[in-house]
């Protein structure tokens, strides 16, 4: 079997959207880049700062917690100038499916819920996260599986009009341990 080493592939078509495959790998022009993906271990919170960037409108953030110090929520702040927001402008919607009855409720609070943690299986989480680095409402999805609790749905808004370049991801009581990864969208 031979191997074909190249340091980037370019579509030759002016035409088609300029797609192009990198040295490392990613495919530019269209879809998702990797901007970042960060490993922890029982930390109270982990925070990723200057990841929202002008390069991008909307970003996806996957979530694996392998495991937490308690079972409790796990919620999300955005940050910018490597300070959290607190302010009460988290709104969100929720419905939560398993194999008891299914729940269902919005609230407005200083964070976003991701959603409950559980001590052996943690979590796992894709977060869409909307126009976080413009100077307009950033908007939110969540989807995600507990093995113990279902799936999960969450919707969302902050309701002020901030610039955001980064996140805070923490559980409500206890640690956490897992991996993070970022990923902008190309337009």
Do not use: C, H
């Not at 308690?70 to 607190?86: C, F, P, Y």
């Not at 499916?97 to 609230?107: D, I, L, M, Q």
């Not at 908007?139 to 808004?157: A, H, M, N, Q």
């Amino acid at each position: 079997m031979s191997t074909l080493k190249v340091a980037a592939i370019n579509n030759p078509s002016a035409g088609s959207g300029g797609l192009a495959i990198s040295a490392a790998g990613n495919v530019t022009g269209a879809g998702l880049d990797l901007i970042v993906t960060e490993s922890f271990s029982a930390v109270a919170s982990i925070s990723l700062d200057n990841v929202f960037t002008g390069d991008y409108d909307n970003y996806r953030v996957l979530v694996n917690v392998t495991s937490a110090s308690a079972t409790t929520a796990s919620k999300m702040r955005l940050r910018s100038g490597g300070a959290d927001s607190t302010a009460t402008a988290y709104n969100f919607q929720y419905a939560q499916f398993s194999a008891a009855t299914p729940a269902y409720n919005r609230v407005t609070e200083s964070s976003w819920d991701v959603t409950n943690l559980q001590t052996t299986n943690g979590m796992k989480a894709q977060i869409e996260l909307l126009a976080p680095a413009e100077a307009i409402s950033t908007g939110l999805t969540i989807f995600g599986t507990k093995p113990e609790d279902g799936i999960f749905l969450r919707g969302g808004i902050y309701t002020a009009t901030t610039v955001f370049d980064g996140f805070t991801l923490y559980p409500a009581s206890g640690t956490i341990s897992g991996t993070v990864s970022v990923y902008g969208y190309k337009s």
